[in-house]
């Protein structure tokens, strides 16, 4: 029976790479609407777990529950991301030499294929949508510069409108702020702040200063499995904590 009110329920998750264990008896719950911080040393199963919420890795025991009803360990790479999990890995991937807008257009969730998206007018809704996601990401005066001319931290807000255009109900987000000037760190803060509450947030990042300043609950990873929770400073003040960031 799962628990009402989580997005993504994860129960004793393991899963070993020619007999060692990356992820080892994993439990992570993330409540609807939430933004959870994940850190941990390298190594810590971080990557290998957002591999398996994704369904690229398979785990070898556990449960792993998308909503009330949704089994992610029935479902393949596919009917999972259609199901409403998108994933933002650490590069922007944008189309450097179509405009922001056209970047937007192809994302868009729906049946038309690529052809038919350059070809066709938009509805005056899609536009709406077009434009609503725009303003979400600070782009909306950029819309028809290429975007191959936007700074990194601009494509990486790009890229975070790109999978909004698909309507994801969960947001998995890979260390967005390296490589970003203090003020695109700001920013994007304020953009994942803002999005959670309509969409629930999984950020996995390294920059602790960027963790701290979101002010959010965080999940330590250790040895693939939850070392500590809480707030920064209660994680931070962990005697266990200390020690294996001390050991990195
Ligand atoms: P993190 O993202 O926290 O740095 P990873 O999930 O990438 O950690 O890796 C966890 C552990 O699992 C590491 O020791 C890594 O070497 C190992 N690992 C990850 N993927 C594979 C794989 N496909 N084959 C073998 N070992 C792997």
Not at 169 to 186: F, I, S, Y
Request: proline fraction near 3%; charged fraction near 20%; include cysteine.
């Amino acid at each position: 029976d799962v628990a009402k009110g989580y997005i993504l329920y994860l129960e004793d998750i393991s899963v070993s790479f020619d007999g060692f264990k990356a992820i080892n008896e994993l439990n992570l719950y993330i409540k609807e609407g939430e933004l959870r911080c994940i850190i941990g040393p390298n190594g810590a199963g971080k990557t290998t777990m957002m591999d398996i919420i994704t369904g690229k890795t398979r785990p070898d025991q556990g449960s792993a529950w998308f909503g009330q009803n949704i089994n992610l360990l029935e479902l393949s790479e596919p009917e999972i991301a259609q199901a409403g999990i998108g994933r933002k890995f650490q590069k922007p991937t944008v189309f450097e030499q179509l405009s922001v807008f056209a970047n937007l257009e192809l994302s868009m969730a729906g049946e038309k294929g690529v052809w038919t998206t350059l070809t066709a007018t938009l509805t005056g809704e899609q536009r709406d949508r077009i434009d609503n996601v725009l303003v979400k990401i600070g782009l909306i005066e950029h819309r028809y510069q290429d975007a191959g001319s936007l700074s990194h931290g601009q494509k990486q807000w790009l890229e975070i409108g790109m999978l909004l255009m698909q309507n994801p109900k969960l947001l998995l987000v890979d260390e967005p702020v390296a490589g970003m000037t203090h003020q695109e760190m700001d920013r994007t803060g304020e953009l994942l702040t803002s999005l959670a509450g309509e969409h629930s947030i999984v950020l996995v990042e390294h920059d602790m200063d960027f963790v701290r300043s979101l002010a959010k609950q965080v999940t330590v990873l250790h040895q693939g499995s939850v070392l500590a929770e809480g707030s920064m400073a209660q994680v931070q003040a962990d005697p266990r904590v200390v020690e294996v960031y001390l050991g990195e």
